[in-house]
């Protein structure tokens, strides 16, 4: 699975975790808004080798991207690359 749709979804869990037993004693607002705080807490503890792993495939990507641009443009200006 991507790290980032995988980072995404562990941190929707957390939120609905957190959010939707607060939904019997809170606003639905008030409680999605406390799940998101809570989110943001412990996903910087509970997350954090997803997090390094979606880093990690982002900058593979933007690597990827900057070489091929590169030599696009080395092909372009004519040059043997």
Same mark, same amino acid.
């Given at each position: 699975?991507?790290?980032?749709?995988?980072?995404? !979804?562990?941190?929707?869990?957390?939120?609905?975790?957190?959010?939707?037993?607060?939904?019997? =004693? !809170?606003?639905?607002?008030?409680?999605?808004?406390?799940?998101?705080?809570?989110? +943001?807490?412990?996903? =910087?503890? !509970? +997350?954090?080798?997803?997090?390094?792993?979606?880093?990690?495939?982002?900058?593979?990507?933007?690597?990827?991207?900057?070489?091929?641009?590169?030599? !696009?443009?080395?092909?372009?200006?004519?040059?043997?690359?």
């Amino acid at each position: 699975m991507n790290p980032i749709a995988k980072y995404f !979804l562990s941190r929707l869990a957390i939120i609905a975790v957190v959010a939707v037993p607060l939904m019997f =004693f !809170l606003n639905v607002l008030n409680a999605l808004a406390i799940g998101l705080l809570a989110s +943001l807490v412990i996903g =910087f503890t !509970l +997350l954090r080798r997803q997090q390094m792993a979606m880093i990690d495939h982002i900058d593979a990507a933007s690597r990827r991207r900057r070489e091929e641009k590169r030599q !696009l443009r080395a092909e372009l200006a004519g040059d043997d690359a």
